[in-house]
């Protein structure tokens, strides 16, 4: 009696919906997950070209999160820009290019379960011709292409199964269904259901 009783309370709480949690994600991990994602081995995340274009690329380095300081709820990311609109004559490039800092103000949000970001605005302390350029590209570049897939992390950090349990957990349902901005992290609403078998 006692054990059918226990099964249909064990079988009543895991058929409830799915559970809320927020999940904090400081910026020095969101920076690691952005580099293991985004950027290559050689911590460059190429918006054109290739390593091996030498007069017609484009890259970002170093990228440094945390929240903007005066616009509440966007995400400041500093980062360095290099890059090369130029043609290969005779085995120099002739043409435009640069290297300089820049700053990307962005609201993150939850879009098909990652981070996407709206609200894009770029700065920078150079204002050239090919800056401006390269702000304007860079604006319509991060909110289509910069996403952050944080399901596989998330997973992990939420649950971790123990060797040798009798039991099988499994969560299953995620989804990422909202994001906020702190001063030291980024918030990730996220619902789920734990599965034991």
């Known amino acids: 009696m006692f054990r059918s009783s226990a099964a249909l309370l064990i079988g009543i709480a895991l058929a409830a919906p799915a559970l809320a949690a927020d999940l904090e994600l400081r910026y020095g991990a969101l920076e690691r997950m952005v580099a293991e994602q985004l950027f290559a081995a050689d911590g460059r995340r190429y918006v054109k070209g290739t390593p091996k274009a030498k007069c017609d690329f484009a890259y970002l380095e170093a990228p440094h999160f945390s929240a903007a300081d005066k616009a509440e709820g966007r995400l400041k990311i500093s980062a360095k820009f290099s890059g090369r609109s130029a043609m ?20 993150p949000v939850a879009r098909d379960g ?10 920078t302390a150079k204002d050239t011709y090919y800056v401006r350029h390269v702000r304007q590209a860079l604006k319509e570049s991060f909110q289509k292409d910069f996403k952050i897939d944080v399901r596989d992390q998330a997973k992990k950090l939420i649950f971790q199964p123990r060797e040798g349990s009798s039991f099988q957990p499994e969560l299953s349902g995620f989804n990422l269904s909202d994001v906020h901005v702190t001063s030291d992290s980024l918030v990730l609403v996220v619902e789920f259901k734990l599965v034991v078998k």
């Not at 990652?114 to 605005?121: H, Q």
């Open 88 to 107: 290969d004559v005779f085995g120099r490039c002739m043409g435009m290019g640069d290297s300089f800092d820049l700053t990307i103000l962005a609201s």
């Open 114 to 123: 990652l981070v996407a970001m709206d609200d894009v605005d770029v700065t």
